[in-house]
Antibody, heavy 113, light 112 residues
Framework: EVQLQESGPGLVKPSQSLSLTCSVT????????WGWIRKFPGNKMEWMGY???????SYNPSLKSRISITRDTSKNQFFLQLNSVTTEDTATYYC???????WGQGVMVTVSS | DVVMTQTPPSLSVAIGQSVSISCKSS???????????LHWLLQSPGRSPKRLIY???NLGSGVPDRFSGTGSQKDFTLKISRVEAEDLGVYYC?????????FGSGTKLEIK
């Protein structure tokens, strides 16, 4: 069974960086595409980016140069870093396979001083 | 970006009734391989999203056949026949044809 699990701090100060980890079991991240999606308060969902089986990345242009997705294949984990956060980055962050069939349980991140 | 317009924003239905949700895209969702990458998701309260339907009309794993998807090009519909209590939550359409992946604004289904 494929399972994804996000981890990371639930509170980040404005202007700092948000860092999250997605641990995948039951499937190798060296296959397929793995990404990050966030849901804002209310219902709006935003795809942030993905890392491919080869390690190449693709990001939502809306996030410009603030985002980085990396991975550790030895641990079957991939990571999100979002820099210079503001209160508008407050959301629940999910890791998921790009074809949207497997999702983590989500982690709520609040940006506040 | 491809804009996905979902209607209605909310629905209230009785158990056993049928309901339809519309999703219209600002561009055709037919990819160069001829396939249409339009999907439907359900986020139940307190849960992460679950993919119900992929590529317009294919049921996801373990999804009951009360759910069905139809449509083509820019106009898509999710139908739930014989609504059950467990169907409550927020439904989203999403497209992976064009970069970047985009979602509809969601339809909240409540049970009367």
């Amino acid at each position: 069974e494929v399972q994804l699990q996000e981890s990371g701090p639930g509170l980040v100060k404005p202007s700092q960086s948000l860092s999250l980890t997605c641990s995948v079991t039951g499937y190798s991240i060296t296959s397929n595409y793995w990404g990050w999606i966030r849901k804002f308060p209310g219902n709006k969902m935003e795809w942030m980016g993905y890392i491919s089986y080869s390690g190449s990345t693709s990001y939502n242009p809306s996030l410009k140069s603030r985002i980085s997705i990396t991975r550790d294949t030895s641990k079957n984990q991939f990571f999100l870093q979002l820099n210079s956060v503001t209160t508008e980055d407050t959301a629940t962050y999910y890791c998921a396979r790009y074809i949207l069939d497997y999702w983590g349980q989500g982690v709520m991140v609040t940006v506040s001083s | 970006d491809v804009v996905m317009t979902q209607t209605p924003p909310s629905l209230s239905v009785a158990i056993g009734q049928s309901v339809s949700i519309s999703c219209k895209s600002s561009q055709s969702l037919v990819y160069s391989d001829g396939k249409t990458y339009l999907h439907w998701l359900l986020q139940s309260p307190g849960r992460s999203p679950k993919r119900l339907i992929y590529q317009v009309s294919n049921l996801g794993s373990g999804v009951p056949d009360r759910f069905s998807g139809t449509g083509s090009q820019k106009d898509f519909t999710l139908k739930i026949s014989r609504v059950e209590a467990e169907d409550l939550g927020v439904y989203y359409c999403a497209q992976t044809t064009h970069f970047p992946l985009t979602f509809g604004s969601g339809t909240k289904l409540e049970i009367k």
